[in-house]
């Protein structure tokens, strides 16, 4: 079975910054989808960015991007440019693509990360 | 158009009661998952409705867990009787087609806790 690490429980970082979120993850699968989900205090959890394991390009999505090892099974995320609202629970997610169990994701315990004005 | 709706936002009850949790999905949405976070670990999935049938319930803990999807437009999940490792965040997401090809989008959670 697949699964998701997510080594930083909680991280914060100066607003305007840097910062990057680790994941890792197990998998004996050759192709499947990792995911990067953002849940702000009490709200819904949302979609940050998406990547697709046959792609070798890093996926970005404005001041988001990926750092996609895949013979290293790590998928971190980082936020370039920290604003306040980027403040939320970040979760690490991934899918396998087909077959048993394509539709369920497999998460990691998620990392708090805390801008500091 | 509007989200994925939970309800209630948070609920306590005692070990032993009945609880009820109910998601509406965005309209139009056949797909819809059930997901926990009990405190502190990963969010695991519960199950799957396509529609008003289960395609995927190897989530569910135990028989003390009751999904339904009457019609196929809202779910409630239904816990009875309740018991502390219970506890955490009961998370609803809908989808408009399998999740390959859609996006899935989440609701707020309902908090529930188990004293």
């Known amino acids: 079975a697949q699964t998701v690490t997510q080594s930083q429980p909680e991280m914060s970082v100066q607003e305007a910054e840097t910062v990057t979120l680790s994941c890792t993850y197990d998998?004996?699968?050759?192709?499947?989808?990792l995911f990067w989900y953002k849940q702000p205090p009490s709200r819904q959890m949302i979609l940050v960015i998406r990547q697709e394991a046959y792609k070798q390009q890093n996926a970005t999505e404005n001041r988001f991007s990926v750092n996609f090892q895949k013979a290293a099974k790590s998928f971190s995320l980082k936020i370039s440019d920290s604003q306040l609202g980027d403040a939320a629970m970040y979760f690490c997610a991934y899918r396998t693509p087909l077959g048993e169990g394509a539709q369920k994701l497999v998460f990691g315990q998620g990392t708090r990360l805390t801008i500091n004005p | 158009e509007a989200g994925v709706t939970q309800f209630p936002s948070h609920s306590v009850i005692e070990k032993g009661q009945t609880v009820t949790l109910r998601c509406d999905p965005i309209s139009g949405h056949d797909n819809l998952y059930w997901y926990r976070r009990v405190m502190g670990k990963e969010i695991k999935f519960l199950l799957h409705?396509?529609?008003?049938?289960?395609?995927?319930e190897s989530g569910m803990p135990n028989n003390r867990f009751l999904a339904e999807r009457t019609g196929g437009t809202y779910s409630t999940l239904k816990v009875q009787p309740a018991e502390l490792e219970d506890s955490g965040v009961y998370f609803c997401?809908?989808?408009?087609?399998?999740?390959?090809?859609?996006?899935?989008?989440f609701g707020n959670g309902t908090r529930l806790t188990v004293t």
């Open positions: 409705f396509v529609k008003e049938s289960k395609q995927d």
């Open positions: 998998t004996s699968e050759s192709d499947y989808y």
């Open positions: 997401a809908s989808s408009q087609g399998e999740a390959e090809h859609s996006p899935l989008h």
